[in-house]
């Protein structure tokens, strides 16, 4: 067992360039308290440190679930966070931006998640709002605890708001990531 979590350790600490990507706290697990219904989706790709591109899998209907169909692809907003800009046209490239995009890279690439919609199902994009969860952890919260992402309440998508502020309240007091001196001291 020690084995298989050393492992894991060590496939969420990866080379960013010059500096390294850690993901070594981990989120509450909020699963449970998700309502019934989720899409199962294989990520095929990080666009950047809050957006990537899916493949549905499979739907489990209910509350949960939004409308995607299994077999197509979709760009998904992980919903309730904003990571520093990385790809954004016409935009230099933000503080953090890389590291953050590292990040969800490290976590959910190529990876089977379960997605879970809040009240609204895309945004201004059409790409779908959700929560995305490996295992029982979810992404989004897993990216603010460790500072590579803000709190980004954004009605009516509040379900969990007060977790990621208390999170990044968390990282911030504790210099993590973006909040630390040594990189964007918490700005852009």
Known sequence: MR???AGAALALLISC???SVSLGLQAPATLRAEPSGFERARVTRVID?????????????????????????????????????SVKPDAPIECFGREAS??????????????????????GYDRLLRY??????MANARLVVNGYARAYPYAPNLRH????????????????????????????
Request: charged share 30%; aromatic share 6%; proline share 4%.
């Open 17 to 19: 360039g010059a500096s």
């Open 132 to 137: 995305v969860y490996v295992g029982e952890e």
């Open 161 to 188: 708001s007060r977790l990621f502020e208390d999170l990044q309240r968390d990282a911030r007091k504790a210099d993590r990531g973006l909040w630390s001196p040594d990189t964007c001291n918490g700005e852009p």
């Open 49 to 85: 440190g809050d957006t990537v591109e899916v493949v549905i899998l499979a739907r489990s209907e209910g509350r949960g679930a939004g409308w995607a169909r299994p077999g197509q692809t979709y760009s998904v907003r992980l919903t309730g966070i904003d990571t520093p800009e």
């Open 102 to 123: 590292a990040a969800l890279e490290a976590f959910v690439s190529n990876r089977v998640v379960r997605l879970v919609d809040d009240v609204e199902n895309v945004d």
């Open 3 to 5: 084995t298989v979590a």
